[in-house]
């Protein structure tokens, strides 16, 4: 019984730090120190500065080519969360009637979850807890865990997630008259500008900080004597400084969180409460089942440890991503309706995150 017990007690602080960041965000808008326009500033702030720098330090720290076997299983759960994530949401709001814009907004808010607020707390909170104490450098190895699946995780949003978000509109390329996305064609004008006018529509921030990031990640040495080693010439000043940016990604993106539930839902959100219950059925309760069945039996079978296990399945079980209301502002679609979504899908995760959390930590640890 004290083991259950102090898994609660484990999984309700990992809570409280998400909800005490997100809360003087709450405080500090109410307050009249933050408005509404200093917080969409922050969210540009988050897309072409701190995530990227999160994401190639982390490819640089984390991505060890000698560690195939937890890089490629953490790359498969991304996918197989992002994929099956999508495609519950598709079913799930075809079943329910929904119009093309709410689909696809069903289908982003269970494909992609947030891990670096949620997911990351947890990891260093129950790294200082007794309950894993059986298994050694806990905080490290799950830490590395969550970062590695964030890789992968940040890819997927800010590309399958950013096309799927975008708005059906007029588009314009370089040099031409505003035509309809559905006459860009390589037949209309010609092979070479489509593929390019495809790949400037899917890049974004980020993601060129994850391909530039590659190079350094796998030719050898680079990472030792340029980045990261303790003699590399980069380390201590460049590198230290995207380290420090990286870092205020997770509680900056959850303070912008706070100040958007402090002034509640917009009036012209118009999701019904159907959709957003199926919101919050596929993504905190269908997801971490999933999870808990898929991560559990790979476990089962040692193909992973149970650090990993433990991490992966909190992944799965937690909240809407974030930084979906940064791609959905940045597309100008759906943000009032997110919005909306948000306010009462982490509502629910200050329950269900604790709940599942501790029946990962019960299953695993008692």
Not at 50 to 58: A, E, R, V
Request: hydrophobic share 50%.
């Amino acid at each position: 019984m004290s083991e259950v017990l102090d898994s609660i007690i484990a999984a309700i602080d990992g809570t409280v730090v998400v909800s005490f960041i997100a809360g003087s965000g709450i405080i500090l808008t109410r307050a009249k120190v933050l408005d509404r326009a200093g917080a969409e500033t922050f969210g540009k702030i988050i897309i072409y500065l701190l995530l990227p720098c999160l994401l190639f330090t982390n490819m640089l720290l984390y991505v060890d080519v000698s560690d195939v076997k937890n890089f490629g299983i953490a790359f498969g759960l991304a996918t197989f969360h992002s994929v099956v994530g999508c495609g519950l949401g598709w079913i799930l709001a075809r079943l329910t009637g929904a119009r093309r814009e709410i689909r696809r907004l069903i289908m982003c808010c269970l494909g992609f979850q947030d891990t670096t607020a949620y997911p990351l707390a947890y990891a260093i909170v129950l790294g200082g807890n007794s309950v894993t104490d059986k298994d050694k450098n806990f905080k490290d190895r799950a830490t590395e865990y969550v970062l590695i699946y964030t890789i992968f995780i940040v890819i997927y949003k800010w590309t399958i997630g950013w096309e799927i978000m975008m708005k059906k509109r007029s588009s314009r390329l370089p040099g031409t008259e505003i035509i309809n996305k559905s006459d860009i064609t390589p037949e209309n004008i010609g092979h070479s500008r489509y593929l390019l006018w495809k790949i400037k529509r899917g890049m974004t921030p980020p993601i060129w900080a994850a391909i530039f990031a590659i190079p350094f990640a796998f030719i050898p040495y680079s990472q030792e004597y340029l980045w990261t080693g303790s003699g590399s010439i980069l380390r201590k000043n460049i590198f230290q400084a995207m380290l420090s940016f990286g870092g205020c990604a997770s509680p900056l993106i959850s303070f912008i969180l706070g100040s958007n539930l402090s002034h509640g839902y917009p009036a012209t959100a118009d999701i019904s409460n159907l959709h957003i219950a199926v919101i919050l059925l596929g993504r905190l309760v269908l997801m971490p089942l999933i999870g808990l069945g898929a991560i559990g039996g790979l476990y089962y079978l040692g193909v992973i440890g149970r650090i990993m296990t433990l991490m992966m399945q909190i992944c799965f079980a937690a909240p809407i991503s974030l930084q979906l209301l940064v791609i959905c502002e940045d597309r100008k679609n759906q943000e009032e309706n997110l919005s909306k979504v948000v306010v009462f899908a982490y509502g629910f995760a200050t329950i269900m995150m604790p709940l599942w959390t501790s029946i990962f930590l019960v299953l695993l640890y008692d």
